[in-house]
């Protein structure tokens, strides 16, 4: 590999030849080419790829030696209160490397107003017939440095921004459970910060593929109170996801005369019950404490001790039989071309998740991947990340969950569903825990006749960028479908069934209607 500053460092390979998952647009570079660039390019030449000059951003005299124009350019959001102290050391590195202008810190400007002007900028340039501009338009890719919920913005803010040329995003792991960036390969413990790191980390964006996600949009409602608030949470409880779940203005056409309507999107997740009431206590302790929660290993401690103190390893004890899903929520699910039929839950299910990709609660895999037999009773498939369809998981506790710990464990598979309706009726609790992507809240239930309805429909897509051998599989993809009918596997967990359709809902709102406000405190986003 010859003694350049790249060939030195610990490489984290890919397998260049494995190819899942449908590209966008190809590199000049075959991938063969592309290692032996990272390998023997000097630091300097290796950056150039992804550097992108200042007068891309403002209107400064443009330089006369543009000539080459960089194969990945990038910009870079970073949670600089993410990770302790780590989302303010890889800002600097990241900074000290590329242009300062091309690196962003979404606690100074939001993500949807960085894009916009970008994006206007490049228009301009494109339009005065500026062929570097128009070519970084093209190839320009996105890394974001936060946790989940840090993620999730950017992703909802490039979904709603409906992009010509909507850039594919890569992700740094710097929060607690990292789920999005486990899923496409980029790990899951919290990366070094100094150069080498930073530099490590772009060789990986180089060599990545891009794949679709697909992305999901939540809508919920309830009856405006004759009297007190009406928000789902007392404002001092807001979910930190503020961005993807607030409250719909009076005029937009989801209203309803006489209810209240929320609505945003998630990318992962959507569960409810127990494993979100410990994910509330874990955000409200670290609200009243953030001096304990520096780093991630303390960070992941205080949530398994959580998980003691709430009783969800003796839930059966602890969590009274009236607070399991189905004697909150009456369910409901659709196919893609049926109609909606009710969804039978155990009576035992004390959680259910919503799981669009193959990483949950730090790495695990909820649904499996279910056996022959499985697919042809049930007409069950794989984990598919762009199939329009979400794994619907139930558990009982936190023993039921350790079995995912096994290999070939997975919880009880109750349906996958391309849409999916609970509805809360007035019953023995007064309320439940919910949480999208890692961001728990406390939702009232009804106190009287009325219902609060939640309800989830396959939005779209968005493009990610994934290393070469990461767990999430296209359904477009042989070599992924191929691979998951080797080592299949079923057991006697009781499985339901499941029903899916069209849905009508076209935008999460993450750049405008959901966007996090001024007074939400940017160090609590994970």
């Not at 390019?41 to 400064?60: G, H, M, R, T």
């Not at 919920?220 to 928000?231: N, S, W």
């Not at 035992?348 to 799981?355: E, F, G, N, P, T």
Request: aromatic share 8%; net charge neutral; hydrophobic share 35%.
């Amino acid at each position: 590999m010859g003694n350049s500053p790249l060939s030195r460092r610990n490489h984290q390979n890919e397998n260049s030849s494995g190819g899942h998952g449908r590209c966008r647009r190809k590199s000049r570079f075959k991938p063969n080419q592309l290692a032996t660039m990272a390998e023997s390019k000097s630091d300097s030449d290796f950056l150039k790829e992804f550097y992108i000059p200042a007068y891309i951003f403002n209107d400064e005299t443009k330089f006369s030696d543009l000539r080459d124009v960089p194969e990945f350019p990038v910009l870079v959001f970073i949670n600089s209160k993410s990770g302790g102290q780590l989302g303010g050391d890889l800002l600097n590195t990241y900074r000290s490397v590329l242009n300062e202008h091309q690196i962003f810190d979404v606690g100074e400007e939001a993500p949807d107003k960085v894009l916009r002007r970008v994006y206007t900028r490049l228009e301009k340039l494109k339009q005065e017939k500026d062929e570097f501009a128009t070519k970084i338009h093209e190839r320009l890719r996105i890394i974001v440095a936060g946790g989940d919920g840090t993620a999730g913005w950017l992703l909802g803010v490039v979904c709603d921004l409906k992009l010509p040329h909507p850039p594919p995003i890569a992700t740094v792991p710097l929060g607690t459970g990292n789920n999005l960036p486990f899923s496409f390969g980029w790990g899951k413990k919290n990366p070094g910060t100094d150069r080498n790191s930073v530099l490590s980390f772009l060789e990986q964006v180089m060599k990545a593929k891009e794949m679709k996600i697909d992305n999901w949009h939540i809508l919920m409602r309830m009856r405006a109170p004759k009297e007190g608030p009406c928000d789902p949470i007392p404002p001092l409880e807001l979910p930190h996801s503020l961005h993807a779940f607030g409250r719909v203005s009076s005029t937009d056409e989801l209203n309803m005369e006489g209810y209240h309507t929320f609505r945003g999107g998630f990318w992962n997740y959507f569960s409810m019950g127990m494993d979100a009431q410990v994910s509330y206590a874990f955000h409200s302790e670290r609200k009243l404490h953030p001096e304990k929660f520096k780093n991630q290993l303390v960070n992941q401690s205080t949530y398994a001790k959580l998980g003691c103190t709430q009783g969800w390893f003796a839930a059966s004890v602890f969590h009274p039989s009236s607070k399991n899903v189905a004697q909150l929520a009456k369910v409901k699910i659709m196919k893609k071309h049926g109609q909606w039929q009710d969804l039978h839950i155990p009576q035992s299910i004390r959680s259910i998740i919503c799981l669009n990709l193959p990483s949950f609660s730090g790495g695990l895999n909820p649904w499996g991947t279910p056996s022959g037999r499985k697919k042809n009773e049930r007409d069950l498939t794989a984990p598919y990340v762009d199939d329009g369809l979400l794994e619907v998981v139930g558990f009982r506790d936190a023993w039921h969950g350790l079995v995912l710990l096994a290999p070939k464990g997975h919880g009880t598979r109750l349906a996958q569903a391309h849409r999916i309706r609970f509805e809360f009726h007035k019953g023995a609790a007064d309320h439940t825990y919910m949480r999208i992507d890692g961001e728990p809240w406390k939702q009232p239930l009804p106190k009287d006749d009325d219902a609060v309805v939640v309800e989830i429909s396959h939005l779209g897509q968005v493009n990610m960028l994934a290393t070469q051998n990461c767990r999430s599989k296209s359904v477009n993809d042989v070599s992924s479908s191929t691979s998951h009918h080797n080592g299949e596997e079923d057991d006697d967990f009781s499985d339901e069934d499941d029903s899916r359709a069209e849905p009508e809902f076209r935008k999460f709102g993450a750049a405008d209607t959901f966007r996090i406000p001024d007074e939400i405190d940017i160090s609590q986003l994970s």
